[in-house]
Structures are given as C-alpha cells and as structure tokens.
C-alpha cells in the first residue's frame, strides 16, 4: 500500500507530505507553507533575528516548522502576536544557546505555535 494521504474534499492530496528546505543566511522572516513541513537552516555566522508570523487557523493546522542552527551563535526566533505554546508575550522568543545543532520543531494548530521538539532553544 502507498502512503496515506488525507482527504480533503474528496480528493486525496500528496501536497500534505511535501517538504520545503530553505536557509538564512541573513535576518529575516520565516513564511509558512500552506500544507506539509518547512526546514530553515540558519546559516548566518552571527545571531540572526528571525521572526515567524502567526499561522492562520484552519488554514495552516498541521504545518510544521522545524528551525535548525548550522552555525554557534545565538539566534533569535519571534513567534508575531501570539508566542509559542499559546504563550502570547511570555514566550514569544526562541533564543538559541549558540551550539551548531540548536534548534526547534512547532507545528500550526487554530493559530497558534505549539512546539513539538526544542533542542537548547529557550522561550521566554
């Protein structure tokens, strides 16, 4: 048997399997894919400032973001608006401990960020 794929107004779509690898490699903003997963590799020698926007409810549920660190330096990641793990201003940065590998993984449910895997990356 193939893959599952979902259903979505009776249609089956293999977009929801896709996967986007990106860098940057200078400040910026992270997009959001309407469907599947997106990789970011920061490639930037410094901190590099990114922001991510808050994800659209329905719209964007189950897109996941994983932001991995390919450099030692202390990246910031700002989650617009609503924080992560619905934590509005609280934690609304990820700030990476500066090691090659630091990295987080969130995925979009009824617009918020929830993250799903943090690797040396602390919210606050």
């Not at 107004?9 to 200078?26: H, N, P």
């Not at 590099?48 to 926007?53: K, R, S």
Request: hydrophobic share 45%; net charge negative; proline share 2%.
């Amino acid at each position: 048997m193939s893959g599952l794929l979902n259903l979505k107004a009776g249609v089956a779509d293999s977009s929801d399997l896709s996967t986007v690898v990106e860098t940057a490699a200078a400040n910026g903003a992270i997009s959001i894919p309407t469907r599947g997963r997106k990789i970011v590799f920061i490639t930037k020698g410094t901190a590099a400032a990114m922001t991510l926007a808050a994800p659209t409810a329905t719209t964007h549920d189950g897109v996941e973001i994983v932001i991995v660190s390919t450099t030692a330096a202390a990246h910031t990641v700002t989650a617009t608006t609503i924080g992560f793990n619905a934590g509005n201003t609280s934690k609304d940065v990820g700030t990476f401990g500066g090691a090659i590998g630091d990295g987080l993984a969130c995925v979009a449910y009824q617009g918020e960020w929830y993250v799903t895997n943090n690797i040396n990356v602390t919210l606050a």
